[in-house]
């Protein structure tokens, strides 16, 4: 939940999608035994995909 309330800046939505994505990242690291490059790679994945999303223009209001 903190991880997601610290976007609070950013409105409701990032703070539902950062707490969710807080927990799956949290749910690797334990399902791995505590193995953090797994949601460390995750994480920069996630970020790689919303960045060419946004560079694409494919997200309304975002991009060129």
Known sequence: MVFGFAHSYQGITSIIDEGL???VLG????????NLSVPIVAHGIADTVDLLL???ASTPGMGR
Do not use: Q
């Open 21 to 23: 994505m807080g927990v």
């Open 27 to 34: 749910l690797f690291y334990l399902g791995t035994g505590c």
């Open 54 to 56: 946004i560079l694409s």
